[in-house]
């Protein structure tokens, strides 16, 4: 169990308020000062400088910041597991993001179900932030996240690396032809919403060539890359995903890729859990087991 200091300190370090951290944990800023000044003096140093109503973490606040991080979660971990210690079962806590959570991590956890028939599984699906954040609360053991994360704050193996294609109805004018960046901004866009893997990745595309979402002038966001899909399919717009979420319909003839001049992008799907842990042994038997499965 951590010292309930560990907590304050934390969440300072999310909010860079004190204020705010005091709302969030229910207590006085007064005692937030208090937590945070037996840290210091517990540590002997200083972990947070203020400057022109600006709170920074200092070197050794962020060094204590990732290590209380990944502490945490162990913690959290080891409370859970003792509580529902049984010798015939195991705990599994993790999540992913929606491509690889719909179309991916189910021949997973079904190849588990058969190689360990009494493991309990407890599975999420949320973006890239979301994940990252039940990483740092010690909710889940590990996570499978696309897009851009701070991987200096976590260990991570290489997944797979899945392509990234623009979609249309397979009766839209533009899947028959090779078409530009400038020329799909007439076209209604469906994205998925802020905080996602997959409308990072479009937004990051857009820059590099120049535009931006504001181009749009029809846009969609919707949160279900299923319903996504299936306006695309009704020629309602056209949208960015990954190729294995759409692999069936374009084999249909139900959507069809975008033909795009010069471009060709793939992206990489990580497994990502905290640095440091005490459970690392485990999390990299776990990645190996699953990348088995992925590769049958």
């Known amino acids: 169990m951590l010292d309930f200091r560990v907590d304050t300190f934390i969440e300072l370090c999310r909010t860079k308020n004190y204020t705010k951290t005091a709302e969030a944990l229910h207590m006085t800023q007064p005692a937030v000062s208090q937590h945070i000044k037996y840290l210091e003096e517990f540590y002997g140093c200083k972990l947070f400088n203020y400057n022109k109503k600006i709170l920074t973490l200092t070197p050794q606040g962020e060094a204590l910041y990732k290590y209380l991080l990944t502490m945490r979660s162990d913690a959290n971990k080891i409370q859970s597991e ?163 979420a759409v692999e069936k319909e374009i084999l249909m003839r139900k959507l069809a890729p975008i033909n795009l001049e010069n471009f060709y992008e793939e992206r990489e799907f990580n497994f990502v859990f905290l640095k440091d842990s005490i459970h690392r042994e485990e999390y990299q038997e776990w990645y190996n087991f699953m990348k088995d499965i992925y590769n049958l």
Not at 95 to 116: C, D, H, L, Q, V
């Open 82 to 244: 003792i509580k529902e210690m049984d010798p015939n079962r195991k705990n599994l806590h993790f999540g992913a993001t929606f491509t690889i959570g719909e179309y991916i991590i189910p021949k997973i956890i079904s190849e588990i179900s058969n190689r360990y028939p009494d493991i309990n599984i407890s599975f999420i699906i949320r973006d890239t932030s979301e994940l990252l954040e039940e990483l740092r609360k010690g909710n889940i053991d590990f996570a499978f996240i696309e897009g851009f994360f701070e991987k200096t704050e976590y260990e991570y193996y290489l997944f797979s690396k899945e392509r990234f294609v623009g979609i249309c109805a397979a009766n839209n004018p533009i899947a028959t032809e090779i078409t530009k960046f400038d020329d799909i901004v007439k076209e209604r866009i469906i994205l998925r919403e802020k905080g996602s893997g997959t409308r990072d990745i479009f937004e990051k595309i857009l820059y590099d060539n120049n535009l931006s979402l504001n181009n749009f002038t029809r846009k969609y966001e919707i949160e279900n890359i299923n319903m996504i899909k299936e306006l695309v399919k009704e020629n309602k717009g056209i949208s960015f995903i990954y190729e294995r």
